[in-house]
C-alpha cells in the first residue's frame, strides 16, 4: 500500500477543501433561518447543495431508476462511506437516519442537524424511542434515508440488514409507508474501474480515522458512483419484518454486484410471499403402502 499511499495531488486537496468550504459555510445560515421559520423550501434546499458538493468533490453520480416520489417513503440503503450523505442527498429531498454520536462530529454534525437528521442510539437494547421517532417524521410527511446494516461496510458486499431497524414499519398506519431499496457502488476513478486494492480509498469502515482518509480522498480525482433505485415494497406485500428486511437487503445486494462486476440483472425481483402457517386441511394425508 506504500506506493498507493501517494496517489494524489496536494494542490486539487487544497483547492477542493476551499471550494466546499466556501460553498458550505455561508449556506448554513441560509438552512437555518429557513427551519427557524419552518419554511417548507428547507426540505429541497440540501439537495440544492449536495449537488454542487458533487462537483466540486469530484463525485459523478450515475442514477438507475428512480426514487418514489409519494410520501410517506423509507429509503434503505447499503453504507459504504460519509461521501454516501453527498451522493444520496443529491438525488433525495429527504433526511438521514444516523447514530447519535454523528451530531457530535465538527462541521458534519451540524449539517446533518441542518439537514434534520434523526438521530438514534445504537447501544439501546429497546427500539421503541427510535422507532417513534422515525415513526413521527414519516407521519408528517418527510422522507427518510436509513442504512439498515448499522454501519459502513468496505465497498465489496453489503452487511446483514438488521430487522430491528424496518420496526417502524410495525406501526399503525404504516399500510401505506413505503419502503424503497437503493444501491450504491463506487465503481470508476478516473474512467478506470476500482478494484478492491483501491476500494478503500472510498470506502470508510471498521478503525479507520475520518480526517487523514478524507485528506486522502480530496486528492483523488474523478469517481464514478452508481446509484440504483429498486422496487418499492410495503410490509403488507412481504408479510413480516424480517422479509421485509431480506427482501431490501437480497435487492441492494443484487444491485452492489451488477454495478461492480458490470453485469446488469433480470427483472426486478417480486417482494417475496408472506409466510402463512398450514391450516389442518392443508396437510397431506400420509401416503399407503
Known amino acids: 500500500m506504500d506506493g498507493v499511499d501517494r496517489i494524489g495531488s496536494t494542490a486539487l486537496r487544497l483547492s477542493r477543501l476551499a471550494l466546499y468550504l466556501a460553498w458550505t459555510v455561508p449556506l448554513m445560515p441560509v438552512q437555518a433561518i429557513g427551519l427557524w421559520l419552518r419554511r417548507p423550501w428547507v426540505a429541497t434546499f440540501p439537495r440544492f447543495y449536495h449537488r454542487s458538493c458533487c462537483r466540486i468533490l469530484g463525485l459523478r453520480v450515475r442514477r438507475i431508476g428512480q426514487p418514489v416520489a409519494a410520501r410517506q417513503v423509507l429509503f434503505a440503503a447499503n453504507h459504504v462511506s460519509y461521501l454516501d450523505i453527498t451522493v444520496f442527498g443529491s438525488l433525495i429531498a429527504g433526511s438521514f437516519v444516523a447514530k447519535s454520536e454523528v451530531a457530535q462530529w465538527p462541521l458534519f454534525g451540524w449539517l446533518a442537524k441542518l439537514q434534520r437528521t434523526v438521530f438514534i442510539d445504537r447501544r439501546m437494547r429497546s427500539t421503541v424511542q427510535q422507532r417513534d421517532s422515525i415513526a413521527g417524521r414519516l407521519a408528517a410527511q418527510d422522507a427518510l434515508i436509513l442504512f439498515p446494516e448499522g454501519t459502513s461496510g468496505d465497498g465489496n458486499r453489503v452487511?446483514?440488514?438488521?430487522?430491528?431497524?424496518?420496526?417502524?414499519?410495525?406501526?399503525?398506519?404504516?399500510?401505506?409507508?413505503?419502503?424503497?431499496?437503493?444501491?450504491?457502488?463506487?465503481?470508476?476513478?478516473?474512467?478506470?474501474?476500482?478494484?478492491?486494492?483501491?476500494?478503500?480509498?472510498?470506502?470508510?469502515?471498521?478503525?479507520?480515522?475520518?480526517?487523514?482518509?478524507?485528506?486522502?480522498?480530496?486528492?483523488?480525482?474523478?469517481?464514478?458512483?452508481?446509484?440504483?433505485?429498486?422496487?418499492?415494497?410495503?410490509?403488507?406485500?412481504?408479510?413480516?419484518?424480517?422479509?421485509?428486511?431480506?427482501?431490501?437487503?437480497?435487492?441492494?445486494?443484487s444491485g452492489l454486484e451488477a454495478a461492480l462486476t458490470g453485469r446488469r440483472q433480470g427483472p426486478p425481483a417480486s417482494p417475496p410471499e408472506p409466510q402463512r402457517l398450514p391450516a389442518a386441511g392443508d396437510v397431506p394425508a400420509p401416503a399407503l403402502g
Do not use: N
Open 159 to 253: 452487511l446483514p440488514f438488521k430487522s430491528a431497524l424496518f420496526s417502524v414499519a410495525d406501526q399503525a398506519g404504516s399500510e401505506t409507508l413505503a419502503i424503497q431499496p437503493v444501491s450504491i457502488a463506487y465503481t470508476r476513478l478516473d474512467g478506470m474501474p476500482i478494484g478492491r486494492a483501491l476500494r478503500p480509498f472510498f470506502a470508510w469502515y471498521g478503525g479507520m480515522a475520518m480526517a487523514p482518509h478524507l485528506w486522502r480522498v480530496l486528492g483523488l480525482g474523478t469517481v464514478e458512483i452508481v446509484v440504483e433505485f429498486h422496487r418499492p415494497t410495503t410490509l403488507a406485500e412481504c408479510g413480516s419484518r424480517k422479509m421485509l428486511a431480506r427482501y431490501c437487503e437480497e435487492r441492494v445486494a
